[in-house]
T-cell receptor
Framework: NAGVTQTPKFQVLKTGQSMTLQCAQD?????MSWYRQDPGMGLRLIHY???????DQGEVPNGYNVSRSTTEDFPLRLLSAAPSQTSVYFC???????????????FGPGTRLTVL | DQQVKQNSPSLSVQEGRISILNCDYT??????FLWYKKYPAEGPTFLIS?????DKNEDGRFTVFLNKSAKHLSLHIVPSQPGDSAVYFC?????????FGTGTRLQVFP
């Protein structure tokens, strides 16, 4: 099992460019989520999905789009990058929406994004 | 408004001593709490958790205490080891979501 994988590891964008951060898991997990980590701000939830075809907004969804067409993949799209989106992005997955007391959440290694 | 707070951004402890990391929350409806550990350039990993029906949960060197009346939880690491040096996040479960604190950077020195 590769667990949760994220690509790329690093990315530099110019303001206004678009890109997709990829996230995949091979554990057949129903629940997937995206977080951003900023200094002094902890981990903040961007979007999450409780199963294929279902997505919902987290705490900081503006400027980001997601879709969940398969169980395995949960890409995060930046349509028009802004310097405020400079951050480290983590994807995570867990077994089901029954709650984190039943299902440990596993994190990917992160993508470090810089927007100039 | 931050629902989960870790007011100490950093903590430095000598090897062998106890490390105590603190976390406060504002929502009394939270019923499950977790601690995650994060090394540089890696994703967070689950460390230990506690349900609101308990006031203590222990796993080896790690113990989490929950004081519901004070809306406060703490993570105790005894004895602290250099490999424990990392950022520790507390988190609360809120229907389909985890709400994280800002993290505390623990440094364990020889």
């Amino acid at each position: 099992n590769a667990g949760v994988t994220q690509t790329p590891k690093f990315q530099v964008l110019k303001t206004g460019q678009s890109m997709t951060l990829q996230c995949a898991q091979d554990m057949n997990h129903e629940y997937m989520s995206w977080y951003r980590q900023d200094p002094g701000m902890g981990l903040r939830l961007i979007h999450y999905s409780v199963g294929a075809g279902i997505t919902d907004q987290g705490e900081v969804p503006n400027g980001y789009n997601v879709s969940r067409s398969t169980t395995e993949d949960f890409p995060l799209r930046l349509l028009s990058a802004a310097p405020s989106q400079t951050s480290v992005y983590f994807c995570a997955s867990s077994g089901s929406r029954q709650g984190f007391s039943y299902n440990e959440q596993f994190f990917g290694p992160g993508t470090r994004l810089t927007v100039l | 408004d931050q629902q989960v707070k870790q007011n100490s951004p950093s903590l430095s402890v000598q090897e062998g001593r106890i490390s105590i990391l603190n976390c406060d929350y504002t929502n009394s409806m939270f019923d499950y709490f977790l601690w995650y550990k994060k090394y540089p350039a890696e994703g967070p990993t689950f460390l230990i958790s506690i349900s609101s029906i308990k006031d203590k949960n222990e796993d080896g060197r790690f113990t989490v205490f929950l004081n519901k009346s004070a809306k406060h939880l703490s993570l105790h690491i005894v004895p602290s080891q250099p490999g424990d040096s990392a950022v520790y996040f507390c988190a609360a479960e809120d229907t389909d979501k985890l709400i994280f604190g800002t993290g505390t950077r623990l440094q364990v020195f020889p």
